[in-house]
């Protein structure tokens, strides 16, 4: 199966700006899914963003439209999510995901594999 490595997270002040990143191991990249997830203490996992595995559809929760991207760099096997503009709201574990399925797993939050989890943490 799939490995999923994280990382990029850490301490921000509000309004200031993260980049995650997940590298993957184990199988082609280029025919995963990928996604991103977060789950805030006390609150239920929450998608966050998605893209296909040819990186023309992406997919995001109404919340972080605008302000968060994700993108993929099948030579690097690399996925990113890019975060500005964030709040104290956007304090989470967020949670790398893959699927050869598809997006829609994703979507569903039902994916295949998952990353081991980073902290972020927006300061008010």
């Known amino acids: 199966q799939v490995q999923l490595v994280q990382s990029g997270g850490g301490l921000v002040e509000a309004g200031g700006s993260l980049r995650l990143s997940c590298a993957t191991s184990g199988r082609t990249f280029s025919m995963y899914a990928m996604g991103w997830f977060r789950q805030a203490p006390g609150k239920e996992r929450e998608f966050v963003a998605a893209i296909s595995w040819s990186g023309s559809t992406t997919y995001y929760t109404d919340s972080v439209k605008g302000r968060f991207t994700i993108s993929r760099d099948s030579a690097q096997n690399t996925v990113y999510l890019q975060m500005n503009s964030l709040k104290p709201e956007d304090t989470a574990v967020y949670y790398c995901?893959?699927?050869?399925?598809?997006?829609?797993?994703?979507?569903?939050?039902?994916?295949?594999?998952w990353g081991q989890g980073t902290q972020v943490t927006v300061s008010s």
């Open positions: 995901a893959a699927d050869p399925r598809g997006t829609q797993p994703l979507v569903d939050s039902v994916p295949d594999s």
